[in-house]
């Protein structure tokens, strides 16, 4: 490490970097004339998209990455005890903010002084030897590396916390119970949580293997352009942006079903779409989620306010019929009834047969949607080793309470446990202050998600694609605001055209999140321990000459890397398989159901209607 370039960081109140920081060469141009010139490639943040770089490279500075952190991490465990502890302290003790707020302080003054030693290229050139060389390369790293970690902080209790907060599908853990009986759910629920706590370790195992400061990773696609190469992660980045405008177009809908049960369904339904997304417009002027981070914490209490709220009401009164008989496939009122299996047709509320089961696990896959999110989460450890300890604990926690309460508001609803619950609360009271909680907690969402959509959009696919300049500059801050409307009729539409949810909620939950959650992952692993396995004798990369030296390339390599972990890739490519299978089953049955929905005997709900459609 004794001799490594000087590179530029991003100022932290920037989300993304420009395009002018992204094209700065990493060493400067003259650095004497007895030693030949090194001219290193570029690094930092905005080397994370650098197609040039090798799988080789990436993991040969990982490893020092990963060597330095656990020494690093000794001295601050010596400081500061445990992580999870320390997590709370600083939550709830004014001490412990105190202290926090003086280390974030400490963290922006280094990055302060760092940008203050760049010369006009951006190269910091600060000397204080009488070799200017090897002081400004040894000086300089410890500076960047220094800076670079003054970016991550979080420790892998708020790991926990982060995960556990991430969670959309806690209302629809009834509907689930109630599509396929008590045995069938809780047999449900600890199989895929098992899977996906596995699809959450091998993006661990992952990021561990391919990240570092010197080439870091941000988001879900960077780890297959290390992996597969720019396709793959164009293709990633685009499926990311589909999933997250789905759960614009989900809350569009699912917020105006709360305003229209708060009137007691007197004023247009599509109307109210309309209003909201209006409201959205508004609200993407806000280009930076820092300016509303403040406020988001406050959604985390809103929902275990509304949790309980839910339990209350089961326990003590009946459902809200018309919720299910205006929506559903059932059409008249018996009385409540449970199974320990799968119930018969006749209780089932979107679709018949084997498809009730597949939609029950579209519903379900939402608990465990928060994968996609792991590798923007990991980059903000301080010491990534221990991500599966909090990624561990969340999962099984997100297990078990979703378990609980979709067991105990089924044992009281039965086949009227509805995909949004609180839809179904009774008395008016209970559920007017149900619909108000997840009305507000709503809107926090729909700006979350429309903010990261669209920046993904934006940054993924109009800015990498096709070149549109970067939204910190006035061209693109137009563009931003320009293409904004857009994205929120786009999901209006999409919403009104399908007024049912449970049936959008299944169809997004079988395509976008079973495929993050579980095929994607697997795909990840495989590649990755095929790659490290494939390497042959003399081939790696150098870090005096920056080569990487290959014998051989291509298919060839592939089934090498295959037959020397056969027993690892064949478990890996059955995953995936399932994944796939899953997808596919859960596709076919989520359309099956809107066709059984919107048939003959379905649902009276029309699209772009003013009737509401519950």
Known sequence: MEHIAPVTHPAPELDVVTEQQMKRLSVSSALGTEKPKVMERNWGFSARTDSTVTY????????????????????????????????????????????????????????????EKKGPSGVITESDNEQPEASAFKVSDAEWRTAARALRTASWGQMFFLITTDILGWSGAPFVFASVGYGTGVALYLIFGIFAAWGGWVIWKTFLNLDSTRYPMQSFGDPFLRLFGVKARHFINV????????????????????????????????????????????????????????????AVWMNIVNFIICMVAAAHFAPYYPAITKSTLIQTIEPIKVFAGIPPDQYQQQSPGFAATFNAVNTMVYAYAGALLFV?????????????????????????????????????????????????????????????????????????????????????????????????????????????????????????????????????????????????????????????????????FNPATRET?????????????????????????????????????????????????FGPGGTVAVSFGCPVPV
């Open 56 to 115: 080789e490279e990436y993991v040969y500075w990982a490893k020092i990455e990963r060597e330095m952190e656990v020494e690093e991490n000794k001295a601050f465990q010596a400081e500061h005890g445990s992580p999870l502890k320390d997590s709370i302290k600083n939550g709830v003790s004014s001490a412990g903010r105190k202290k926090a707020k003086e280390e974030k302080e400490a963290r922006l003054q280094t990055l302060r002084e760092l940008d």
């Open 239 to 298: 499926a990311q942006s589909l999933q997250q405008f789905f759960t614009v177009a989900i809350l569009i809908f699912s917020k105006s079903l709360n305003i229209e049960q708060i009137a007691h369904s007197k004023v247009c339904f599509v109307g109210m779409m309309l209003v909201i997304m209006a409201v959205g417009m508004l609200g993407g002027f806000i280009r930076s989620l820092r300016k509303i981070g403040w406020i988001s914490n406050a």
């Open 376 to 540: 923007a989460f990991l980059s903000e450890m301080r010491h990534p080793l221990d991500f599966w300890k909090g990624m561990f604990l969340a999962q099984a926690f997100i297990c078990i309470v979703y378990m609980f309460f979709g067991v105990f508001v089924y044992s009281f609803y039965g086949q009227y446990s509805a995909n949004n619950i609180v839809n179904v609360v009774n008395p008016y009271g209970l559920q007017t202050a149900g619909n108000v909680l997840r009305l507000l907690s709503g809107w926090i969402a729909i700006i979350m998600y429309f903010n990261i959509g669209m920046k993904t959009v934006y940054l993924e696919v109009f800015q990498a694609i096709f070149k549109f300049p970067s939204i910190v500059e006035k061209k693109g801050k137009i563009l931003w605001y320009l293409l904004g409307p857009f994205y929120w009729i786009l999901a209006f539409v999409v919403a009104g055209a399908v007024p049912n949810l449970n049936g959008i909620v299944s169809l997004v939950g079988a395509v976008f999140m079973m495929n993050f959650t579980y095929t994607f992952p697997g795909m990840m692993y495989m590649s990755s321990i095929i790659h490290e396995a494939a390497e042959l004798p003399g081939e790696g």
């Open 549 to 597: 030296i290959r014998h051989d390339d291509g298919l060839k390599r592939w089934i090498r890397g295959y037959k020397k972990t056969w027993f690892k890739s064949s478990v890996a490519f059955i995953y995936v398989l399932l994944g796939l299978a899953c997808c596919g089953m859960g596709t076919w049955a989520a359309i099956e159901g809107l066709i059984d929905v």
